[in-house]
């Protein structure tokens, strides 16, 4: 067995070991054992104990790679573990368990990915793994564990519905300068960054940096905003047929509190209209400002 499979092997069976979980009383003297068992792997495993290690698989427990190779009872596992301990030393494994739930007391399903870290500073291993223990004479033994491919967590989902912004605007002021936003997608597309600067006939000002996510705690679109004169604000967003309502909260650079309620309508794949409403300083109401429009520039 090459030893590509047997390092992914480990990858996944590893998982067993490091995790934090919610779970129901009832559950928790379960987890406890299960936690006790991945310890006592990886005692075996850094002893490089293929026998061991192998041992905490039913007899006739199974392996399948994200390649869908396959690795059936004890001694085939075994095998993979010695070769992978003739050929790997010192990796280091890191785990993110994503559930773990009991369908019937002695039956356990784990979820989760992991990496494995080489020492010679290689880019780690990631996976994601399925791993299904069963409890024999009071030992959590893995019955079969299923390995995937690792893809980074990604809320575009629930971002998407602003694809639109993506890209760079304007918005042209005959009394000032001339405002410049540029809207893009960060790696995995988990959040939306954007930039604004002021733009003179001799210079461009920095003016601020947003951020733009997914909060899972209160199923919601947020924005995380940093001025360059130091003030900071938070926004949540929400639909509202084609426009999207953008309620803040700030504070400024001199301590004011200041509170608003932007709507964004996009007219076509060119042009945005804005308007801030409901506006308050420390509870001062002020007036809305005035509908502008905003061009996208040209590619």
Not at 65 to 76: E, H, S, Y
Request: with cysteine; aromatic share 10%; glycine share 8%.
């Amino acid at each position: 067995m090459k030893t590509h499979l047997s390092w992914r092997l480990t990858v996944c069976v590893i998982a067993l070991g490091s995790f934090s979980v919610r779970a129901a009383d009832s559950d928790a003297q379960q987890i406890a054992a299960i936690t006790d068992s991945a310890k006592a792997f990886v005692e075996a495993f850094h002893k490089g104990d293929a026998k061991a290690v192998a041992a905490f698989w039913m007899p006739d427990g199974d392996y399948v790679d994200q390649d869908g190779r396959v690795l059936r009872g004890r001694k085939a596992i075994e095998d993979a573990y010695a070769e992978l301990f003739a050929a790997k030393k010192g990796l280091k494994l890191r785990i993110d368990v994503a559930s773990i739930r009991f369908p019937t007391p002695d039956l356990a399903i784990e979820d989760g990915t992991s990496a494995a870290l080489s020492p010679d500073g290689n880019a780690p291993v990631r996976a994601r793994y399925n791993n299904v223990l069963i409890k024999k004479n009071g030992q959590w033994l893995l019955a079969s564990v299923r390995e995937s491919a690792y893809a980074d967590p990604s809320n575009y989902e629930h971002l998407r519905g602003l694809d639109w912004m993506i890209g760079e605007w304007v918005e042209e002021n005959a009394n000032g300068p001339m405002s410049h936003i540029s809207f893009e997608w960060v790696p995995s597309d988990n959040f939306i960054s954007a930039t604004r600067t002021a733009d003179y006939k001799d210079a461009s000002l920095d003016n601020g940096r947003q951020i733009i996510g997914w909060d899972p705690a209160s199923k919601q679109i947020r924005s995380w905003s940093f001025e360059a004169d130091g003030g900071f604000g938070e926004s949540t967003w929400a639909r509202d047929g084609a426009k999207w309502i953008v309620k803040t909260k700030a504070t400024m650079a001199d301590g004011s509190a200041v509170t608003a309620t932007s709507i964004f309508t996009p007219v076509d794949g060119k042009t945005v209209k804005w308007q801030s409403k409901e506006r308050t300083v420390n509870g001062k109401p002020m007036p809305d400002t005035k509908e502008t429009t905003m061009k996208r520039v040209s590619e």
